[in-house]
């Protein structure tokens, strides 16, 4: 078990930027499934459904940096004893605070899904054209 000391050393805690990735790959894996779903039943074939997928997987990664990562990391409106706004609140953080990598954040889930991807294409391709 950490200590405090360890906490103010080392701020970023293992267990639970685990648990956000866990997180980031099941939003990215069911909603791999949805874009899935979208894409057979809107009839994309050969590059421009594998366009469509990678467009809204990044959409998605977007969407949850711009609801969730940037408002936490960005500055507090902390200030000093001076007013000059230097303070402990003014460093800025990023996905690298949340996350293992930006990679892992931003390109990651298009890997994790597209199994699910091209499962879900298929099958709905196949039952709206038959």
Same mark, same amino acid.
């Given at each position: ?47 421009? =459904? ?8 990044? +959409? @998605?990664?977007? &969407?949850? #940096?711009? *609801?969730?990562? %940037? ?37 990651? =889930? ?8 091209? +499962? @879900?294409?298929? &099958?709905? #391709?196949? *039952?709206?054209? %038959?």
């Amino acid at each position: 078990m950490l200590s405090e000391r360890d906490y103010q050393i080392s701020p970023i805690v293992q267990e639970s930027v685990m648990h956000n990735s866990k997180s980031l790959q099941n939003l990215q894996s069911l909603s791999a499934s949805l874009f899935g779903i979208s894409a057979g039943i809107l009839g994309f074939e050969s590059y421009s =459904g594998f366009l469509f997928y990678i467009f809204f997987s990044l +959409l @998605t990664s977007f &969407l949850v #940096y711009l *609801l969730r990562v %940037a408002p936490s990391s960005s500055p507090k409106e902390y200030k000093d004893n001076k007013g000059t706004g230097s303070g402990l609140g003014s460093g800025v953080g990023g996905v690298k605070k949340y996350f293992r990598s930006g990679f892992e954040f931003w390109a990651g =889930g298009i890997m994790n899904g597209f199994a699910g991807f091209v +499962l @879900t294409w298929t &099958l709905f #391709y196949g *039952l709206v054209r %038959a």
